[in-house]
Nanobody, 125 residues
Framework: QVQLVESGGGLVQAGGSLRLSCAAS????????MGWFRQAPGKGREFVAA???????YYLHSVKGRFTISRDNAKNTVYLQMNSLKPEDTAVYYC???????????????????WGQGTQVTVSS
C-alpha cells in the first residue's frame, strides 16, 4: 500500500533533541493516519504518537509535552520532534501508516498497513 523510510535517529545526551522523519511513497499519503512506535531491547512494540488525516494528534502519556508529531502532505512526510530526551526513550523507532485515517486506529496498531524499517535512538545519561 505504502512504503515508509525513517531517518534522523542517532546518539544524544539526556536533555537533548532529535527530529525523526518518515518519508512515504505513493499518492495516497494524505488518506492515511500516521504514527510512531518504538521498541526497546527485550520489550514489546510501544505506541508513541499518532496524527490523523485532519492533523488531530494523540500521544503516549510519558512523551506528552516533550514529543510533537506533525505531517507535511506536500512532502509525503511525517515527523517526530523529540525534546528533553531521557535514557528511557532509547529504542528503535518505527513509522506506521493506517488506512482508516484516525488516531485511534493507528494507536491500536490493529489495522496498520505498513511499517518502516526503523531508526535507532540512543540517549546517554
Amino acid at each position: 500500500q505504502v512504503q515508509l523510510v525513517e531517518s534522523g535517529g542517532g546518539l544524544v545526551q539526556a536533555g537533548g533533541s532529535l527530529r525523526l522523519s518518515c518519508a512515504a511513497s505513493g499518492r495516497t499519503f494524505s488518506n492515511y493516519a500516521m504514527g510512531w512506535f518504538r521498541q526497546a531491547p527485550g520489550k514489546g512494540r510501544e505506541f508513541v504518537a499518532a496524527i490523523s488525516t485532519t492533523s488531530s494528534t494523540y500521544y503516549l502519556h510519558s512523551v506528552k509535552g516533550r514529543f510533537t508529531i506533525s505531517r507535511d502532505n506536500a512532502k509525503n512526510t511525517v515527523y517526530l520532534q523529540m525534546n528533553s530526551l531521557k535514557p528511557e526513550d532509547t529504542a528503535v523507532y518505527y513509522c506506521a501508516a493506517d488506512r482508516w485515517g484516525n488516531t485511534v486506529a493507528v494507536a491500536s496498531s490493529a489495522t496498520v498497513d505498513s511499517w518502516g524499517q526503523g531508526t535507532q535512538v540512543t540517549v546517554s545519561s
